[in-house]
């Protein structure tokens, strides 16, 4: 098989089935093999109740064939990415590993391309990111993502295998940029969220949008990714998405939160991690972060809205 995407949730079988749709070789390995044998059974996988997988994708409950592919797409929760490597045997020498995983892993400080190259030395890391749903992908509504990859020819290749006729995908070289795009903005989203669900108003998410668009833009910066990727899909795209439609986890659970609603736990929602990654490297850098460090707060416990709220209206006016 050229293609293995690792992760069975909704992401990783939006992009199996947009690929295999395509005719492209493609198999799905998950962690489950019960629900991966009700999946081939079905045809179906419940987290996308409404999409078919086409006949020609294979589901693969074994880890070790899966990777043997040259190209292999990460689509597990960041928090589980480093684990996930872990369990793999092989070296993955000169095959593509690419994450398409939106985070920071709180061990490592670091996101999943340097996950990668530190566990798998011999592999080639590239990043697949940007504004796109699971489900639009699964119903072939058309979408457009980033591909990075520090080598250019390799990542030229991986977006010629990638493509689709809605999936379109652009390159960049980018690959810091782009992942701390697609980590970050999931913290904002939770912040816009928090201030739907409390009734505070779209000004004041338009408000929390552009300046959480800065904190991004200030981190990524200094973990020296290049600016102009932050206003690319990567970035503004997908903070464009994810802060204005309730079809995000994230800012679902941010309107739970500001409404003081309950909120289903084993929801993947990794703005949290993130939010609290955030708040070490703020720390540790001397970044003001203060939209990151306020959410990371409220999910902690340690404030509450109105308070969060308070803190962030009373800080010294400022030049924009
Ligand atoms: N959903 C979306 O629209 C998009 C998601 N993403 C990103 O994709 C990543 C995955 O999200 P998504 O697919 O939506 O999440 P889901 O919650 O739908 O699925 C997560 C999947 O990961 C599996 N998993 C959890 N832990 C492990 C592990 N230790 N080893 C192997 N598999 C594991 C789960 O298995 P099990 O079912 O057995 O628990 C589940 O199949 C996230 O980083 C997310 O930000 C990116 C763009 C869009
Ligand atoms: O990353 C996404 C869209 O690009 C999905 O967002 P959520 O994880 O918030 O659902």
Redesign the pocket.
């Known amino acids: 098989m050229t293609i293995s995407v690792?992760?069975?949730?909704?992401?990783?079988?939006?992009l199996a089935i947009a690929l295999a749709r395509e005719g492209r070789d493609v198999q799905l390995w998950?962690?489950?093999p019960d629900?991966l044998a009700e999946m081939a059974r079905t045809r179906v996988n419940p987290?996308l109740p409404d999409a078919t997988l086409p006949e020609g994708l294979l589901i693969q409950p074994d880890l070790e064939l899966a990777a043997q592919s040259p190209t292999l797409l990460v689509?597990?929760?960041?928090q589980?990415v480093s684990?996930?490597l872990d369990?793999i045997d092989a070296s993955l020498n000169g095959q593509r590993v690419v994450a398409?995983?939106?985070?920071i892993d709180l061990t490592t400080g670091t996101g999943p391309s340097q996950l990668i190259a530190r566990q798998k030395p011999d592999a080639v890391p590239a990043v697949l990111?940007g504004p796109?749903?699971?489900?639009d992908?699964a119903q072939g509504l058309p979408t457009a993502l980033t591909l990075a990859c520090a080598d250019e020819a390799l990542g030229e290749q991986l977006q010629n295998e990638l493509a689709c006729a809605v999936l379109r995908i652009y390159r960049s070289k980018d690959v810091i940029g782009a992942e701390l795009g697609?980590a970050l903005k999931?913290v904002v989203a939770v912040a816009c969220g928090i201030v739907i669900g409390a009734k505070l108003g779209v000004s004041a998410r338009a408000a929390l949008m552009t300046r959480g668009f800065a904190e991004m833009q200030r981190v990524a910066e200094r973990m020296g990714a290049n600016p102009t990727t932050l206003v690319g899909l990567s970035g503004l795209g997908d903070l464009a998405l994810t802060c204005c439609s309730d079809?995000s986890?994230n800012y679902r659970f941010g309107m739970a939160l500001g409404a003081g609603t309950e909120f289903d736990k084993t929801?993947?929602v990794?703005g949290v991690a993130t939010a609290k990654a955030m708040a070490d490297i703020a720390q540790k850098e001397g970044l003001d972060l203060p939209i990151c460090t306020t959410v990371n707060a409220i999910c902690e416990g340690h404030i509450t809205v109105p308070e969060a709220l308070n803190q962030l209206l009373s800080r010294p006016l400022k030049e924009e």
């Open positions: 690792l992760g069975a949730g909704a992401f990783g079988t939006a998950g962690r489950n629900a987290k689509a597990v929760p960041m589980t684990g996930l369990n398409c995983c939106k985070g990111t796109s749903f699971a489900s992908i697609g999931n079809q986890r929801t993947t990794e």
